[in-house]
């Protein structure tokens, strides 16, 4: 709609200029009411425009479902007095792996 706008005002400032200048009117009035009627007119047509590019890309998307996965840490019990050498080697790595989830495939461009 901004483009719209933007390309109704040039072409009125365009048309402003195109046509020789009128006694009964100054070119800032005509560029005035061309620029009201231009604005207008390229808003309307770039959202006609818009909608009818939605529509025709629009047929293309798919939609898809997804699942939410939530995982959780294990918690460490304040409890629990064991220390680094007495914990078995997988609870001992600084790095947490998640699980692997199983690759996604995607439908379109969506």
Same mark, same amino acid.
């Given at each position: 709609?901004?483009?719209?706008?933007?390309?109704? *005002?040039?072409?009125?400032?365009?048309?402003?200029?195109?046509?020789?200048?009128?006694?009964?009117?100054?070119?800032?009035?005509?560029?005035?009411?061309?620029?009201?009627?231009?604005?207008?007119?390229?808003?309307?047509?770039?959202?006609?425009? *818009?909608?009818?590019?939605?529509?025709?890309?629009? !047929?293309?998307?798919?939609?898809?479902?997804?699942?939410?996965?939530?995982?959780?840490?294990? !918690?460490?019990?304040? /409890?629990?007095?064991?220390?680094?050498?007495?914990?078995?080697?997988?609870?001992?790595?600084?790095?947490? /792996?998640?699980?692997?989830?199983?690759?996604?495939?995607?439908?379109?461009? *969506?």
């Amino acid at each position: 709609m901004f483009l719209g706008a933007l390309v109704g *005002a040039v072409v009125a400032f365009v048309l402003t200029l195109a046509f020789p200048e009128n006694p009964d009117y100054g070119r800032l009035q005509v560029f005035g009411f061309l620029l009201l009627i231009g604005v207008a007119a390229g808003v309307a047509l770039f959202s006609l425009l *818009a909608i009818l590019l939605d529509r025709v890309v629009g !047929r293309k998307v798919h939609n898809v479902r997804a699942d939410r996965v939530e995982v959780h840490e294990a !918690r460490v019990d304040e /409890n629990d007095t064991r220390t680094d050498t007495e914990m078995p080697e997988s609870e001992t790595s600084s790095e947490h /792996n998640p699980p692997q989830l199983p690759p996604t495939t995607h439908e379109g461009n *969506a």
